[in-house]
T-cell receptor, first 110, second 114 residues
Framework: NAGVTQTPKFRVLKTGQSMTLLCAQD?????MYWYRQDPGMGLRLIHY???????AKGEVPDGYNVSRLKKQNFLLGLESAAPSQTSVYFC?????????FGPGTRLTVT | GDSVTQMEGPVTLSEEAFLTINCTYT??????LFWYVQYPGEGLQLLLK?????DKGSNKGFEATYRKETTSFHLEKGSVQVSDSAVYFC?????????????FGKGTHLIIQP
């Protein structure tokens, strides 16, 4: 049981490049989330999904897109990366009250 | 909108000292409240939770009581250890069950010195 895994762990992008972050969970959870963590800001919700084929916007969705084609996977896309998207990205899934977090992806946009 | 305010750090204590990290919240309805802990280079782990007023969450010697009258959920531990050094986040779920995502405080960096 791997829990929540994220790929890649680290990435450096140039401004304007695109990339996709992959989140996978093996706990059969319905709900999945993407957060970003910035110094002094805590975690902020980007997008979330309440089931396969559904997505919804969180607090800071601009510049990101998501897809949930399979229940176990939740993808976060950056179509045209900007330096303001330099952050640590965490994926989470939930069963009832507890959210289980992945180890994070550290993204730097230069 | 909903918000969580917690004391900013870093908080530096000696081993075996008493710990309090303050957390207050603003929310409509009846949120659930959580404390998460993040060790260096890792994701967040749930430390404890409380789902209704007057509930006390506890785990690994940490405790927090859901106080609706003061909209608070302060984290306490009677005797901290060096291994407790981490960043602690207070969070709420507005819908109670967590389906709509969590609202986090900014985090408190705790440093325990031997």
């Amino acid at each position: 049981n791997a829990g929540v895994t994220q790929t890649p762990k680290f990435r450096v992008l140039k401004t304007g490049q695109s990339m996709t972050l992959l989140c996978a969970q093996d706990m059969n959870h319905e709900y999945m989330y993407w957060y970003r963590q910035d110094p002094g800001m805590g975690l902020r919700l980007i997008h979330y999904s309440v089931g396969e084929g559904t997505t919804a916007k969180g607090e800071v969705p601009d510049g990101y897109n998501v897809s949930r084609l399979k229940k176990q996977n939740f993808l976060l896309g950056l179509e045209s990366a900007a330096p303001s998207q330099t952050s640590v990205y965490f994926c989470a899934s939930t069963r009832e009250y507890e959210q289980y977090f992945g180890p994070g992806t550290r993204l730097t946009v230069t | 909108g909903d918000s969580v305010t917690q004391m900013e750090g870093p908080v530096t204590l000696s081993e075996e000292a008493f710990l309090t990290i303050n957390c207050t919240y603003t929310a409509t309805g009846y949120p659930s409240l959580f404390w998460y802990v993040q060790y260096p280079g890792e994701g967040l782990q749930l430390l404890l939770k409380a789902t209704k007023a007057d509930d006390k969450g506890s785990n690994k010697g940490f405790e927090a009581t859901y106080r609706k009258e003061t909209t608070s959920f302060h984290l306490e531990k009677g005797s901290v250890q060096v291994s407790d050094s981490a960043v602690y986040f207070c969070a709420l779920s507005p819908g109670g069950g967590g389906a709509d995502g969590l609202t986090f405080g900014k985090g408190t960096h705790l440093i325990i010195q031997p």
